[in-house]
């Protein structure tokens, strides 16, 4: 029980200082936004076919060994 206590102790005092410690100054104007749309597709989908290959290998050297 008396950990339990200074577990929500502690995260009520962590709760509730946060505002201080991530009080940063606002930008004078907005910043430009970068596009991420192509690049992002292109680099998620070589991902894909990387885990795929790695997992059609997995497969193949598991059915070798078993024979």
């Not at 005092?13 to 292109?42: E, K, R, W």
Request: proline content about 6%.
């Amino acid at each position: 029980m008396n950990q339990l206590l200074r577990a929500v102790l502690c995260c009520t005092m962590i709760l509730g200082c946060a505002h201080y410690v991530m009080a940063q100054p606002s930008f004078p104007t907005n910043p430009n936004q970068a596009p991420i749309d192509g690049g992002l597709g292109i680099l998620a989908a070589a991902g894909g076919m990387y885990a795929y290959k790695k997992l059609k290998n997995r497969k193949d050297t598991e059915t070798d060994t078993e024979m």
